[in-house]
């Protein structure tokens, strides 16, 4: 081999495999800093774009599981309400029974009516129960609330607003006990019993469908995961094999500077 001064192809060599092995080693400091396969949009473009879509569709989901779950506290608290109304309804159901003994008298009648005419006031108040400022029931049961099932947007349920009023109407015609027909108290009775039934098929739906979005959520992490997230174990192999090359370019890059030097000792 020639012995030449101007070029020293032996240190460009080193110097080349130094550089391409400093950056290897760089890469695999950047991806174990950050915990990320994709430090930088150049090490996958491709990879880092469905990336992003997933990590949107995660915060969607999550949020639509959100959503939901405000949807199901609504209906328990629809719920709730029905159930304190049907026990108000009960109580006045007794109160008519009891009112139509022969054997009590007048102030034991008026008694009755005090107690039934308070309960009818509490009933009331029920229908006016809301759920952060959105009302539990509507006249005629027309109000319903959107609720939406999938991150996409693509599935959806309504909620109904119960009509706890057409119950309520019924039995403000009976006045007191004296004038109460059991039949219309049952029958109110009867109609709460299929609201809280409707609540409850509502309630179960919004349940699996709240159990769907929290498994749809880990599928779509760990799918996020295995593009973006670095395998610890595989990169701390990569920095080894990189820290190695790097030092023992540096020191090759050292002995072919040296080599130069072989040039003067001819000259002298």
Do not use: C, W
């Not at 491709?46 to 990590?55: C, E, F, I, N, R």
């Not at 009590?104 to 009818?120: C, G, H, R, V």
């Amino acid at each position: 081999m020639a012995v030449v001064i101007n070029t020293n192809t032996s240190a460009s060599f080193a110097s080349l495999n130094l550089s391409k092995s400093s950056d290897l080693l760089q890469k695999s400091l950047a991806r174990l800093s950050s915990g990320s396969r994709i430090a930088n949009p150049a090490d996958d473009a491709g990879g880092l774009a469905v990336s992003m879509k997933l990590t949107a569709a995660i915060k969607r989901t999550d949020d639509t599981a959100i959503n939901v779950s405000n949807a199901l506290s609504f209906l328990q608290t629809q719920a709730g309400s029905l159930k304190s109304a049907a026990s108000v309804l009960d109580r006045m159901s007794e109160l008519a029974t009891l009112g139509g003994d022969v054997t009590k008298s007048s102030s034991d009648i008026a008694n009755y009516s005090t107690e039934f005419t308070n309960l009818f006031t509490e009933l009331g108040k029920l229908t006016a129960d809301a759920f952060n400022g959105i009302s539990l029931f509507s006249a005629g049961g027309a109000g319903s609330l959107t609720v939406y099932l999938a991150q996409d947007g693509t599935q959806q349920m309504n909620i109904h607003q119960a009509d706890l009023f057409t119950a309520y109407s019924a039995v403000s015609t009976l006045g007191d006990v004296t004038g109460a027909a059991i039949s219309t108290v049952t029958s109110s009775i009867q109609q709460l019993a299929t609201l809280m039934s409707t609540n409850g098929a509502q309630a179960s739906r919004l349940q699996f469908a709240l159990d769907s979005l929290n498994v749809n959520k880990v599928n779509l992490e760990s799918a996020n995961s295995r593009i973006y997230d670095v395998d610890v174990a595989a990169e701390t192999t990569k920095l080894a094999r990189a820290n190695i090359l790097v030092q023992s370019g540096a020191s090759m890059l050292t002995q072919a500077n040296a080599a130069s030097q072989i040039a003067l000792k001819l000259l002298q």
